[in-house]
């Protein structure tokens, strides 16, 4: 019989509510699911009915997506931030997490959190998710990625919001490579096409305030350059032992971020996928809940 998934609201003790949605016991070990950018908790709705019989699986909306807490100041969407809510939340459901599982930007806070906070999960598994010192080095010296990454500017624009919720968000479909596609084709059918739009339509700002508050954008983004950061290696060395799971079609984020990747990750294990792009979570749903329970166990 399949796990039932159920909603909660996790409040925090800083103050921030996360809206989550969950599947298994209680008391079981917890699997926690991060979400990227531009979706929610419910692209991972599948994984957690499949691991629920072994582990306690959670998927938040991050701070500024759908029912989840919504701060106004752009500051409030920078990586320590977002930290701290995901550590408080993993304090909350039962620390050390067996695994943190997460994609895009919730790689990116994942990342962070395996450098800063390595006690609180047994190990770390991203999808298509560039490390911090791998995308910084692409960024400042990679002109390929600098012109995959320059869609970055336009989100920081102050007017994305306005152009991005016209005509019932008819440009966000650019983000997933279907614009102008019937709503049943490809991975992305109608019903997944309407979940998207019922977080979408409770607003925008919260998820293009990541965008904002990061330093790391490709040049061109006028008020900050990449150019004069630099990153210690102990500030982003993982420790952990950790999988990355990585759509090599990804148009966005070039393979070349995986390059060296192993002097910031010690203990990688990487999983190149040909045939998959930036959306390998819809991709390619077997191959990727099976790299999973590889990775459960290692």
Excluded at 132 to 151: D, T, V
Excluded at 161 to 184: T, Y
Excluded at 261 to 269: G, N
């Amino acid at each position: 019989m399949n796990a039932a998934i159920e909603t909660f609201q996790a409040t925090l003790p800083h103050g921030i509510t996360l809206s989550c949605r969950a599947a298994g016991p209680r008391e079981a070990p917890v699997l926690l699911f991060l979400h990227g950018f531009p979706q929610a908790a419910f692209i991972w709705d599948e994984l957690l009915v499949r691991f629920a019989a072994r582990f306690r699986c959670v998927a938040p909306n991050l701070r500024g997506y759908a029912g989840s807490s919504v701060p106004a100041e752009v500051e409030a969407y920078r990586s320590k931030v977002l930290v701290q809510d995901v550590v408080a939340l993993i304090e909350q459901l039962g620390a050390p997490a067996a695994a943190v599982v997460a994609h895009d930007w919730g790689g990116a806070v994942a990342w962070t959190l395996g450098v800063q906070r390595p006690e609180l999960l047994e190990r770390l598994i991203i999808l298509n998710s560039p490390h911090p010192g791998a995308f910084l080095r692409e960024l400042q010296g990679n002109a390929a990625q600098q012109a995959a990454s320059a869609y970055m500017n336009f989100l920081v624009r102050s007017d994305a919001e306005a152009l991005l919720e016209a005509d019932d968000h008819a440009r966000m479909w650019s983000f997933f490579g279907q614009v102008g596609a019937a709503p049943g084709s490809g991975w992305l059918t109608a019903a997944l096409k309407e979940r998207h739009l019922e977080a979408w339509r409770q607003g925008l700002t919260g998820p293009l305030n990541y965008y904002r508050a990061s330093p790391l954008r490709p040049p061109g983004s006028g008020d900050r350059t990449v150019e004069n950061i630099h990153l210690e290696p102990a500030q982003i060395t993982v420790r952990v032992p950790t999988t990355v799971i990585w759509g090599e079609a990804d148009r966005a984020l070039l393979p070349g971020l995986l390059d060296g990747l192993d002097a910031w990750v010690p203990r990688l294990t990487l999983v190149r996928v040909p045939d998959a792009g930036h959306w390998i979570v819809h991709e390619q749903p077997e191959k990727v809940a099976r790299e999973i329970e590889s990775a459960l166990a290692r």
